[in-house]
Nanobody, 121 residues
């Protein structure tokens, strides 16, 4: 069984920074892409940033230049460094990863339960 557990959310003032972490654990053979999504109240879940197994990154336009995604393959962990936070960044942030549990596994998407980020003065 595979689990993704996020941490690092909280309350921060506009212009501040937070670093989110997401650790994958369990029966893991290989992790492909890892990503962060977010969902604000009353809105659909949206992609924030993603990183491939080879380290290629892509970002949503609304976070370019402010957020940085990174991963530590030895720790099965993905990070999201969030700088210059704005009130509109307030949302529950979810970790996502494509994980194979065996060498022959097709792989499937796993999700964490989310961590709340609130940007407010």
């Amino acid at each position: 069984q595979v689990q993704l557990v996020e941490s690092g959310g909280g309350l921060v003032q506009p212009g501040g920074s937070l670093r989110l972490s997401c650790a994958a654990s369990g029966s893991i053979f290989h992790i492909n892409d890892m990503a962060w999504y977010r969902q604000a109240p009353g809105k659909q879940r949206e992609l924030v940033a993603a990183v491939t197994g080879g380290g290629r990154r892509n970002y949503a336009d609304f976070v370019k230049g402010r957020f940085t995604i990174s991963r530590d393959n030895a720790k099965n962990t993905v990070y999201l460094q969030m700088n210059s936070l704005k009130p509109e960044d307030t949302a529950v942030y979810f970790c996502n990863a494509g994980i194979k549990t065996t060498w022959s596994d097709q792989g499937m998407d796993y999700w964490g339960k989310g961590t709340l980020v609130t940007v407010s003065s």
